[in-house]
């Protein structure tokens, strides 16, 4: 999932305040997952907004909105009529979604309440961590499922390097798998560790974001 | 009338969310939480029953601090005793995190509490409901029930 956590609310507030109405909209898909940006953080957020806001003084309306989706124009849509009532949109969907209703609604002014920092699972209840870098060239199928790009701290194609800890943990964070740890004792399990003595050679990063704006088209579903 | 006298004569609104096994018989038979006398006790008390701690979410209870009430306290089995397993455990985190969210935009923290005891009878839930309401006492009304900065 796309992963986010609140901006510091001092920072929402002073965003805020200089207007009478805001409409807070979350989205129900990955934020919700990770607990940033759902139905519930929007009914958390909104009192805690209001009460902050009263503190310093400032009686602003906070109403609320969650969309099945904030990065599909479909959903975004349905805010229309609420967005026309409001002085400024706080977004607690991810980057994309904050966008999709800057880009809809201009020029009303549209603030992110959250910020997008990775692309995570969720490993436990209350623990995420990060699975995947989106870099555009996948090396999963060499690597043993393991992704050296997202979870090794170097990003190393050729690794360990030498700073792994004697119990297997990134010398970077002792609470981190060494990823390349994972990656040769799998390999040695499933009896294929001569497949790690390739070396790999420098990555085609221009699918990622090192080739610029992504762009997409498939003929085939264009209209 | 001095200020300290009209602190001392406000009436103070707790609200108290409780587990239904939380509580023991006779207080679930009574009418205990209309004990407290008004101006005489300084403080009343807004009883709310759950079927577990645990369904009580974050909102809830900001929202009721956003209402102007002056302190919530949730009544929550021992960690050992929740019909639910873990129920109160999660009540209890939270609170704690209600509580950080609080200090975040400068109010006391004080303005929520928990306390985890198994069967508590009438006069043991007014107690809490007195404590919390001592607690939150000296930090003035909430600035949501006045309007006023704080």
């Known amino acids: ?39 519930k953080e929007v009914e958390t957020l909104a009192p805690l907004l209001r009460m902050a806001l009263q503190k310093q003084g400032h009686t602003i309306e906070i109403v609320t909105a969650t969309l099945d989706k904030q990065c599909e124009w479909e ?22 979604g904050v966008q999709a209703l800057a880009e809809r609604f201009d020029p009303k002014p549209v603030y992110p309440g ?43 194609l050729n690794g360990p390097c030498g700073g792994t800890r004697k119990n297997g943990k990134c010398e970077v964070n002792e609470d981190v798998d060494c990823i390349w740890n994972l990656i040769v004792e799998r390999a040695y399990e499933r009896g294929q560790i001569e497949a790690l003595a390739e070396v790999k050679s420098a990555k085609d990063w221009s699918n990622s974001g090192h080739g610029g704006p992504k762009r997409v088209i498939r003929e085939d579903l264009r209209q | ?23 023991c018989e006779d207080a679930k038979a009574s009418a205990w939480f209309q004990a407290p006398g008004g101006e005489a006790e300084g403080f009343s008390i ?20 956003e209402s102007g009430v002056d302190a919530v306290e949730v009544i929550a089995c021992p960690e050992k005793s929740c019909k639910l397993l ?7 985190k939270r609170v704690e995190y209600i509580r950080g969210l609080l200090e975040k935009i400068g109010y006391s923290p004080e303005r929520v509490g928990i306390s985890r005891k198994l069967s508590q009878k009438p006069d043991e839930l007014i107690k809490i409901a007195r404590d919390r309401a001592a607690a939150v006492r000296p930090l003035g009304d909430n600035p949501m029930k006045t309007g006023e900065q704080q």
């Open chain 1, 1 to 39: 999932m796309i992963f986010a956590e609140w901006k510091p609310i001092d920072e929402l507030v002073e965003k805020l305040k200089p207007y009478k109405k805001v409409l807070l909209v979350g989205c129900a898909t990955c934020v919700a997952e990770c607990s940033a940006g759902g139905e």
């Open chain 1, 75 to 96: 959903f975004v849509e349905q805010l229309a009529e609420q967005v026309g009532e409001v002085d400024a949109v706080l977004s607690i969907a991810c980057g994309i």
């Open chain 1, 114 to 156: 959250v910020n997008t920092s990775a692309l995570t699972i969720r490993e436990e209840a209350g623990l995420w961590a990060g699975r995947c870098a989106a870099c555009g060239d996948c090396v999963l199928g060499e690597t043993f499922g393991y992704c050296p790009i997202a979870r090794c701290a170097k990003s190393l």
């Open chain 2, 1 to 23: 009338m001095s200020n300290r006298a009209e602190e001392a004569k406000r009436v103070l609104e707790i609200v108290v969310l409780y587990c239904q096994h939380g509580i």
């Open chain 2, 46 to 65: 807004r009883a709310v029953m759950m079927p577990c701690s645990s369904k009580i979410e974050v909102p809830y209870i900001l929202k009721l601090l």
């Open chain 2, 86 to 92: 873990t129920g109160s455990l999660r009540a209890e």
